[in-house]
């Protein structure tokens, strides 16, 4: 990711993409798939079970996000296999995801000096 934007107010194409990804992290399912693909290639039963959704309604996730650009297939004799293609929306989901834990108290209080490291050390 480029430290700064290149234009200082997104133009319109650039809002529609921006709010076509965020529509496409609206779901849960979707989230839960990206996710795991994001930590490899997998088939759509493997991401059924792994989610907790049945194959149809995986297969048509994985549909829309394909048609997004955000994953990609490959066939392996009759099976598909997926992965997560854009590491822009990885550190997207991984913020949101960061900041649901800290929503709900999984996460600690982030250090309110701005410190990596973790408060009291020694």
């Known amino acids: 990711m480029h430290d700064q934007l290149v234009h ?6 650039h809002a529609r993409i921006a709010a076509e990804t965020f529509h ?3 779901d849960p399912t979707r989230v ?7 930590e490899g290639e ?3 039963s493997s991401l ?7 194959s149809t309604a995986v297969s048509q996730h994985l549909s829309k996000l394909r048609l ?8 392996e004799g009759t099976y598909a296999y997926y992965r997560a293609t854009d590491a822009h929306v990885n550190r997207l ?3 949101a995801l960061s900041h ?22 020694g």
């Open 8 to 13: 200082p107010t997104p133009d319109d194409e």
């Open 24 to 26: 496409m992290l609206s």
């Open 32 to 38: 839960k798939i990206l996710w795991a693909l994001f």
């Open 42 to 44: 997998s088939n759509v």
């Open 48 to 54: 059924a079970e792994l989610v907790g959704a049945s």
């Open 68 to 75: 997004a650009g955000l994953v990609h297939s490959r066939r």
């Open 93 to 95: 989901l991984a913020e």
């Open 100 to 121: 649901a834990e800290h929503r709900t108290g999984t996460a600690p209080p982030p250090d309110p000096h701005g410190n990596s490291e973790a408060a009291g050390g």
